[in-house]
């Protein structure tokens, strides 16, 4: 398995190779529709991310000292990121993930290009994925 | 079309570009652009008597006083009402609103009477009754739209008691853009003792209002649609209401005289502005409610029936789009759409066209009662102001064809 910066550098990589914000969205709306299933019953309430203007489903278990993160969004860019997310941090020990500064995040530059309230969103997603960790360490 | 350039010209804000390309500006009926004419009233204000009002005897005081003063005798006769003092500035409808709530409660609302208000309304013409409600134990009824989004009118009758006080309907509502029969709604209201107010924020831009010819009991609206600087706003109210009616905020020129042992109250309309007021933003309704005109009454008019045309033909032509406010009578619709598209959620449309350079809303649009009623978790809205071209509602319908189907993938 990669190192979770070997992982992060990966992501930030890939997603500069798209000098458009246009295809940057399509690059995540491509992602989003990729990610795998998520049960219908974990839709609930307590797995909802708050802060979101769409709504956005996080679940996480663990697994062999191990937390393995699923999510869905009823919007598919926003899908697209939490994807990115969780592909970064999916299946990473609790304490890897609570020690991460997330920085990562800033040098794709989604939170100047998103809306206020969509960035928003994308610290509680963060926000949240830290949280888990932090309980699981 | 040269006009319609000429014009455009005056909004500076309409030749700026976003991401490179030309800005698209489709959210006017959450803020609308402002002309140049405005903004240099602002800067004269600012500049040349930004003084308090009324009270000192300075020449900077009586100059603000004069802008201030000259502007209520402007939306006076912009509205048609009858006398000066039935014109009270607000910080905007919103203010408009919460105010009449508070001081027509006070007067004439008491426990077990009626308040109506529309399935349609804005969460600011829904909120401030219901909190009247709460706190007075009046009764809260709602009158329903159908699935076009038309008010049931034919509802009204039985909806309305000898303890119903107020009707509170919106001119035009700000998702379905339909123009809803206020003249027939407060002949029926009056015919039952009841009064009415109504919500123009969206009808004083599209509309030639006239609130003698309405008959109705106050007409509230906010600057910013209408081209003012923002956190100005209007109450028209009916000079025999207002004036039964207690003070909603104390303190600066509201009153007559401070005593310990009791205070009184200056005369309309200075009753109901306490405070300083917005001394510099509340004369640029002047040049707004002049461009509003200008606008309306101009050979531009023809160019938003093309807009309004196109753009239904366009949605109604997409079977994956659902429009919200629909009329087979295109004079009672005005060009502001609300829809949603299948497979698609609003907000990642309103995400992709931000990034062709178009402003569009998202969301619930301060109407969750109205989502809820068509089963929705949010529409995309576009609204036009008489400053966009048809040229720019090409460019949309061509920009949503291209979202819809990057998101299809």
Known sequence: ?137 | MMQLEKIRQEFPALGEQVYGKPLVYLDNAATSQRPLSVIRKWTELSTKCNANLHRAVHRLAELATAEYESTRDCVREYLNAEYREEIVFTSGATASVNLVAFSFGEAFVHAGDEIIVTEAEHHSDIVPWQMLCERKGAVLKVLPVDDRGQLRLDLLPGLLTDRTRLLCVAHISNVLGLVNPVREIVRTCHAAGCRVLVDGAQGIVHERVDVRELDCDFYVFSGHKVYAAPGTGVLYGRRELLEQMPPYMGGGEMIGTVRWTGTTYAPLPQKFEAGTQNLSGTPTLRPALEMAATMRDSGIQAEQEKIKSFIINKLEENKKVRLFGVSQDLSQKVPLFSFSVEHCHHEDLALILDKMGIASRSGQMCAEPLMDRFGVTGMLRVSFAPYNTLEEAEYLIKSLERAIKMLEG
């Not at chain 1, 990473?92 to 991460?100: G, H, K, N, V």
């Not at chain 1, 995040?105 to 989604?110: A, K, P, R, S, T």
């Open chain 1, 1 to 137: 398995m990669k190192t979770l910066q070997e992982a992060q550098s990966e992501v930030v990589e890939e997603f500069s190779m798209y000098d458009e914000w246009l295809d940057k969205y399509e690059y995540l709306i491509d992602l989003g529709h990729n990610l795998e299933p998520f049960p219908e019953e974990l839709k609930t309430e307590d797995r909802l991310i708050k802060g979101c203007q769409s709504r956005v489903w996080l679940d996480a278990s663990v697994e062999n000292g191990r937390i393995h993160f699923r999510a869905d969004s009823d919007a598919i860019i926003t899908k697209g990121i939490i994807s990115l997310l969780i592909g970064v941090y999916s299946g990473r020990t609790a304490r890897e993930i609570a020690a991460d500064d997330f920085s990562f995040v800033e040098q794709l530059g989604l939170r100047e290009n998103l809306s206020p309230t969509r960035a928003n969103g994308l610290a509680s997603m963060i926000a949240t994925i830290r949280e888990t960790a932090r309980q699981h360490c």
